[in-house]
Every structure is written in C-alpha cells, then in structure tokens.
C-alpha cells in the first residue's frame, strides 16, 4: 500500500490560509453588526465578545490537563509582563473596531496588516536589525500608498485612519515586548489569558464610567460568534502554523486576509473602488509584498551562510 506523507511546509500554508479566511470573516460579521447597530457603544461589544468567548473556552482549557499545565507554567513564568502587554492591547483593540466602524472594509484591513512596517522600524531601532534597500523601498511604496488612501474624501473620517495606525503600531509594539520580554511564550495559553484579561479590563472600564449595559442577546450570541472565530479558531490556526513557516512566509500567505476583505466589501457592502483607492491599495500590498521577499531571501541567505560557516566533520 502507497503512503503519501504531507510535507510540513504544505500543512502551514494551508493552516495559515485557513486562519487568514477566518479572519477575514471575523471582520466582515463584525462590519456588518456595526452597520446593523450604529449606535452600539463599542465597548459594550468588546466585553461581552471576549467574556463570552472566554467562558466557552474554559472548559476546554481547565479540563483538558495538558492545556490546563500549560496555562498555569505561563502565568508563573510571564505573569509579571502580560498584563502590561495586554494592556497595550486593550488601547489597539479599542482603536482597531473604532477604526472598522468609521472606514471601507478592504481599506481597513489591509492598513491593519501595516504593523509589518511598524515592526520593522521598532526592530531597527531597539534589535539593531539592518533593513536591506529591498526592505526600505517596500516600506516608502507602502507608505505612498497610505497617503494615497489617507486622501480619498468620504472613505475615512477625520483622524480614522490615525486610529487604524494608532492599533496597528500597538499590535506591533505587542509583538515586539512579546519576543523581548516573554520568549518561548506558549501561543495557546497566551490567547487564552489575553481573551479573559481584555475581557475583564473592558468591563472594569465600563463599571467606572457608568456604561454597563445588558446588550440584545443576538448581539450578544454575534459578537461571542464573531470573537470565537477571530479569537479562538483563526489564532490557534495561525499558532499552529508557525512551526512549519519561517515569519516571512508567515506574514506573506497571511496577505489572504485583506485580498478577501477587498473583494467581499465590494460584494456584501457595495463599497465603490474609486481609480486613487485601487492605487493606494495596490501601492500598500506591493510594498508589504516587497519587504517580505526580501525578509524571506534574508534569512535563506543567512541559512546558507550559517551552514558554510560550519566545520566539515
């Protein structure tokens, strides 16, 4: 009997296709309750998303001993700095949602993914990572392009697209403190307390300033929904795929994501695609493109000459 063995690489795109659709779906139920609640208090739909969301986990997490270890050695041993990054977090996610009630869909989702440029700039500053001119040029494409969708009248409110920005350099910072101050952080159990901490520190914040309220409970059953799949489904896709795919790689089929938000905002949301927006996004996608090629050939380069330098036994 023949046996065909999947090659690792395969099962991670195809893990991190996956999660991209799954993200790109978490955003397009969330755009289309914004729509059918405008006047929501977007905290309000934070909260009770994430507590929702935290509460069907649970039982999965607890009662599953592997998972359940896992969740208390990372609290021992990151417990000092996670609730600082969530906290970071908190401000993203906040500005993230104000910044997808205000905009286009497929504009929105593709400035979110500019926290590939952030990162760049905060690794060469605090890492001392060298950008290649590859790498600076896609950055300076990817910047013309932002201006160019930053200036398209009726697309973006006054100052939304700070916002998006705001979120998006936050989620890098994110990252960045991750890799700084937790590493070997298990991705799984991370998720897991970050679902709950948003989720607490939301409804600290609305208890303080009077704004807890009771929502509709579909709007509650959507928010828990669209939460799970972005929160839970697409981000344990997105873990598990890592150990199959270098970073640049990573980042690269993740490009999916606002590639489907572009055309499904264009189908479910009748947005229009003026000449100087499919310009600007396809000045901000080229130019993300750019930097992960040349990310991806950097490290091949860097595998290549790490092996030469090695003795020969």
């Given amino acids: ?38 006047e929501i208090d977007k905290v309000n739909l934070l909260l009770w998303g994430f507590l929702g969301v935290s509460l069907l986990a649970s039982p999965i997490y607890l009662l599953h001993p592997g998972l359940r270890q ?7 041993k990151h417990g000092k700095f996670i609730p600082i990054i969530i906290s970071l977090n908190t401000v993203a996610i906040y500005y993230w949602l104000q910044g997808l009630a205000k905009s286009s869909l497929g504009s929105f989702t593709l ?41 398209i009248p009726g697309d973006f409110p006054a100052n939304t697209i700070y916002q998006i920005l705001s979120a998006s350099f936050l989620f890098s910072l ?27 520190m939301f409804l600290l914040y609305q208890i303080f300033i009077g704004k807890l309220q009771l929502l509709p409970l579909p709007l509650i059953g959507m928010s828990i929904l669209t939460f799970g799949i972005g929160v839970i489904l697409a981000r344990t896709l997105q873990i598990d795929a890592m150990p199959y795919l270098s ?16 055309i499904s905002s264009s189908i479910f949301f009748n947005e ?5 927006k499919i310009l600007g996004i396809v000045c901000v996608f080229c ?22 330098d090695k003795p020969e036994n």
């Avoid at 896992?70 to 021992?76: E, L, N, P, Q």
């Avoid at 950008?131 to 201006?147: D, K, M, T, V, W």
């Fill in 70 to 76: 896992k969740v208390v050695t990372t609290t021992k």
């Fill in 247 to 262: 970073i640049s790689h990573l980042y690269l089929f993740a490009l999916v994501e606002p590639s489907v938000s572009i």
């Fill in 174 to 200: 994110q990252t960045f403190m991750l890799k700084k101050f937790t590493p070997g952080i298990d991705g799984k159990s991370y998720t897991y307390l970050r679902s709950w901490l948003l989720g607490l």
């Fill in 287 to 308: 130019g993300l493109v750019l930097v992960f090629i040349m990310k991806a050939k950097e490290s091949v380069d860097g595998s290549r000459n790490s092996g030469k």
């Fill in 1 to 38: 009997m023949i046996t065909y063995r999947i090659p690792p690489q395969i099962k991670g795109y195809f893990l991190v296709i996956v999660s991209s659709l799954l993200f790109s779906l978490e955003f397009t139920l969330l755009k289309y309750t914004l729509r059918q609640y405008p």
């Fill in 111 to 151: 400035l979110v993914k500019s926290s590939i440029l952030f990162s760049l700039v905060l690794g060469a500053v605090f890492l001392k990572e060298r950008l290649n001119r590859g790498e600076i040029l896609g950055f300076a494409i990817s910047i013309l392009g932002l201006y160019l969708l930053s200036t």
């Fill in 272 to 276: 229009q695609m003026p000449f100087d």
